[in-house]
């Protein structure tokens, strides 16, 4: 066909009048129900939106519930450690307190033991304060003994004086010197009665007086306690001790510048005084002896000078008390 027969066509058909009125109404609705149907696609579309929102708010809240089980989770886990510690806190507390009680216990009688032991020096103390003139009446002369003095220490001619010279001497090696500790004993050894002597500690920072029986060790470093044989005080640096079991701190009134030391070998007593003014040190009490004893000397090293005066055995002489 032509396009002029298409045109009369369009033409007749437009001209046309309408067959009835079903047609009339057909015509005219269709733009309505296309409109609808249009309608109902944007409305699918919306309703698509909302769900996929919905969707995304359910995650969201998923998410939220996971992370705060997570967190009570991790509280609840946080507690029971918490309330595991505290339990081994109180436990630890009891154990404490058990060990708190036991030492105040022991504190307590170690403060009887001192107690017991102050009292018994401060009886001894009054009772040979009284005896000064018949203990001194036992002086006996002491004389060191150059075969057991250690190689370091000087003596002088008359045996009456040792210090620490530094430097080892050339002296013959025998049994019964101190090989390394500067030690020396006296010449004169005792096996009953009563004998005192005196030793100016004057100008000395370090020194150790006293007893020792004749089986000591004498080799290497060895230990100055009664236990091996040596009933002994000394002075370290300003601190007076007792070199009992475990050492015993001395509170002094002065610092001694001569130290008497008196022996009751049958009596089993050492005791030590400040010789000038008569003033109690320490006793040594109960004491078993069955061997021999003899005056024991330790001027201890120089010390670069600073403990270089020497241990002199002095005159024994009587002064009156203070």
Sequence with gaps: MSEGTYEVADALYVNRPARNTAEKIYMNEVPGRSQRRAGHSNSQDNSGGHHCCYKLAVVLVCVLLLAVTIALRITTLKIKDLQLRYKNLLEEKDELQVHCNSMTAEKAQLSAMTGERDELQRR????????????????VDVTLDRDTANPKLILSADGKQVKDGDTRQNVPDTPKRFNQTVNVLGKEGFSSGKFYYEVQVKGKIRWSLGVAKESINREGQIKVRPKYGYWVIRLRNGTYAALAGPSVPLSLKGKPQRVGVFVDYDAGLVSFYDADCWHHIYSFTRVSFTEKI?????????????????????????????
Excluded at 126 to 139: F, G, N, P, R, Y
Excluded at 299 to 310: I, M
């Design 294 to 322: 003899y005056p024991f000397f330790s001027p201890s090293v120089n010390g670069g000078g600073r403990n270089s005066a020497p241990l002199i055995i002095s005159p024994v002489y009587i002064c009156p008390i203070k």
């Design 124 to 139: 001894l103390c009054v009772l040979e304060s009284h005896d000064m003139k018949t203990i001194k009446q036992h002086a």
